[in-house]
């Protein structure tokens, strides 16, 4: 009963965890040409930004375009009217060929039916229907335009488990896109 | 537009002989067994005496006649895959006037179904129809292609001066160094191969790959080819193509056979045996070994059946019970019914049989006064029938695997046979003389597959009187060929050698003989709905 197989199973997992985590990780800006992509697109999001969205203070100071943050305000005219969001983009190697990781951060999670509380979204083009000619700013106006049409706030009926089983990264699940109108 | 079109893909092997006669020459090759044994047949009548070489011939005749349908089948090899897929793109290409390559999406999206592209085309909906297959349609092209002349494909390389930025890596480059699909949706082209190249290898994408802007029209080969310069990354989508050509095409399977490249094509889609170059013989339907006389249906359900462990549940369920309060599941090793459940956090004490608290029954248990006769009844009926269950799977699986091992073992009778023959051949025997030793071989090992199948069809067989039958076919033909089995294993070293060649004769000419009665028996019956089976959601 001491050594119940399933907390082995957890721990080996959690400690392969934190040696990979050692590695450096191969990122986008590793590659001079999508180093420059990224570069063009924050500042065409600053030149010209959407409605309710701006570039996080820390991107503007940080060195590093490899992961920035983007403020988002909720929508006026919406349920989520006047709430202020933060959304985390990972941009890996393959970025754009490959879907950066976009996620929720900071203290407010909108409450939506297709965001976990942990800041996972489940929408299709962060994953199979991502597109190399979408940018930072497409999906940002996806993301808003996802939290207008909401019609009740209310979190993903699999939430809890969903949160508690994931994978830190959204991009290792696998997302069912069941409906498409909200 | 058409004749250079292809050689971009596949490249020269092309020469427009190709298929038809390549394939007359695979049938050939397969066949030549066949013929050789009509033409001995014939030798033998021939000449009258060949006796029992003459007889044993028409038995092999018959017996291809039995298995080789009326309906050919043809071995195809990858380059005669591609070469078919060739000539039906430029089928199509004869009668539709449209580039090849679009041609290949279209055929693609109907799943290479050519009389429906055909109706398709020629309806009214054709418009829609390329908008499904998500091609621009060819006539719409006009225009575009008369600002900047086609190189060779639908990618449209803009000549023009003027430069533009590349929508992917957001450099301005020169027009010249971009490439758009008719959509109209220009990328630079090191973009184009890297998007591609990582579709393609990452992805496995072939078939799909889509514009990268907001819009679904297809990448088309020319596109592809012109792109991508890694051959590597070519290779790999060549396979790709050629693997959805074969798995989209109905008339089409890929033999199973582990690295087999070859693929069987038929004339139209049945539960039938069909044997691959490779020697590989399989059911055409389901791409199993071949199961006759189990329909395919049956033979998954039974595949999967011996692989999860419903059956080890059923064990469980059949030799366990479980403690009533820790629910751990429990085998009795000993004759006492007072149990005390080995969990150290646990250690209730409990009666085995009524699965009560030991306590109330005291020393007096054999009046187990907390005996329910309704709740017991239950446990004991339904533990009889998971055991019932278990011991009638285990009967059948028992004898499938038994005849299982036994066909592995054959194979290697094949070796052994060779030595008898050479040896037979020093003793003044001739080389045809002594073909019935191989003979006796196949056979015996037609009959163990046939053996191994007829237990499973049995095991989902309710009883009836057909069933009986079916059961008394399969008896003699056990019988028979564990005989045969007997002699070919032992007899053949020690006996005198015309005398064996007549009791094998005689032997494997009856096995084939009850092999047909028992198959044309079970096929009657699948005619005429004789045969009930276990469970109702079986159809047949």
Not at chain 2, 326 to 344: L, P, S, V
């Amino acid at each position: 009963m001491n050594d119940h197989p399933r907390l082995t199973a957890v721990f080996a997992r959690l400690s392969f965890g934190r040696t990979s985590g050692k590695k450096p990780a191969r990122k986008a800006t590793d590659n001079p040409k999508w180093e420059k992509r990224l570069q063009k697109e924050l500042m065409a999001i600053m030149k010209d930004p959407p409605d309710g969205i701006t570039v996080s203070q820390d991107t503007l100071e940080g060195s590093d375009l490899s992961q920035i943050c983007v403020n988002m305000t909720g929508p006026s005219g919406t349920l989520y009217e006047g709430e202020a969001f933060m959304l985390r983009f990972k941009f890996g190697p393959k970025y754009p060929f490959d879907s950066p990781e976009v996620v929720f951060t900071g203290e407010n999670i909108p409450v939506h039916p297709h965001i976990y509380s942990n800041g996972h979204i489940c929408l299709s083009i962060l994953t199979e229907d991502w597109s190399p000619a979408m940018s930072v700013q497409s999906v940002c106006l996806s993301i808003a335009s996802m939290l207008s049409s909401c019609k009740e706030k209310k979190r993903p009926p699999d939430n809890s488990f969903y949160v508690k089983t994931c994978h830190k990264n959204p991009k290792k699940t696998r997302w069912w896109y069941h409906d498409e109108d909200v | 537009m058409s004749s250079d079109d292809e050689d971009y893909l596949y490249d020269d092997d092309s020469d427009d002989s190709g298929n038809e006669s390549t394939v007359n020459q695979d049938e050939d090759d397969d066949n030549d067994d066949f013929g050789m044994d009509i033409g001995l047949g014939e030798e033998a009548s021939g000449s009258g005496g060949g006796g029992g070489g003459g007889l044993m011939m028409m038995v092999s005749g018959a017996d291809k006649k039995g298995s080789d349908h009326a309906h050919p089948y043809e071995v195809l090899s990858t380059e005669q895959i591609v070469e078919h897929m060739v000539d039906c793109i430029k089928e199509v290409n004869s009668v539709i006037q449209i580039p090849t390559t679009t041609v290949r999406i279209l055929l693609n999206h109907f799943k290479w179904d050519k009389e429906k592209l055909m109706e398709r085309y020629f309806s009214d909906s054709q418009e829609q129809m390329f908008a499904e297959a998500k091609v621009v349609p060819p006539y719409k092209l006009g225009a575009k292609a008369m600002v900047a002349p086609d190189l060779g494909g639908r990618g449209v390389s803009l000549s023009a001066k003027s430069t533009l930025e590349c929508e992917i890596c957001y450099l301005t480059l020169p027009k010249s160094l971009t490439t758009a699909l008719e959509c109209g949706h220009p990328y630079c082209n090191s973009c184009w191969t890297e998007y591609i190249t990582s579709k393609i290898m990452n992805e496995g994408a072939s078939q799909s790959i889509e514009c990268p802007g907001n819009c679904d029209i297809l990448v088309d080969d020319v596109t592809v080819m012109k792109l991508v310069k890694d051959s590597k990354v070519k290779l790999k989508y060549q396979h790709l193509i050629t693997n959805s050509f074969v798995d989209c095409n109905r008339l089409m399977r890929w033999c199973p056979a582990p690295d087999c490249p070859n693929a069987v094509k038929v004339q139209f889609v049945e539960s039938r045996p069909v044997k691959c170059r490779c020697s590989h013989l399989f059911c055409f339907a389901c791409s199993e070994n071949w199961h006759d006389p189990v329909r395919c249906v049956l033979i998954k359900r039974w595949i999967k059946k011996c692989d999860d462990d419903s059956e080890t549940s059923n064990w469980i369920s059949a030799n366990t019970k479980e403690c009533p309060k820790c629910k751990a599941t429990i085998e009795k090793d000993g004759g006492c019914n007072h149990m005390i459940c080995r969990n150290q956090s646990c250690r209730a004490d409990f009666c085995w049989v009524c699965l009560g608290p030991w306590e109330p029954h005291g020393s007096s248990w054999y009046n187990c006064n907390r005996y329910d006769e309704d709740e017991a009844k239950n446990a004991r009926d339904s533990q009889e029938k998971s055991r019932a269950a278990l011991q009638r799977y285990l009967f059948y699986c028992n004898r499938y695997m038994n005849h299982l091992q036994s066909l592995k073992f054959e194979n290697n009778l094949y070796s052994m046979v060779k030595d008898k023959m050479d040896e037979m051949q020093q003793h003044n025997m001739s080389w045809i003389e002594v073909q019935f030793l191989k003979k006796a071989v196949d056979i015996l090992c037609e009959c163990r597959r046939t053996l191994m199948y007829t237990y499973v069809f049995a095991y989902y067989l309710k009883r009836n009187n057909q069933s009986e039958l079916f059961e008394a076919n399969q008896k003699d033909l056990e019988n028979s060929t564990e005989h045969l089995s007997e002699y070919l294993e032992r007899d053949i070293s020690a006996e005198n050698l015309v005398d064996i060649k007549q009791k094998v004769q005689d032997k494997f000419r009856y096995c084939d003989s009850r092999r047909r009665v028992l198959l044309d028996h079970v096929h009657e019956g699948y005619d005429r709905d004789w045969w009930v089976y276990t469970s109702d959601d079986i159809t047949s």
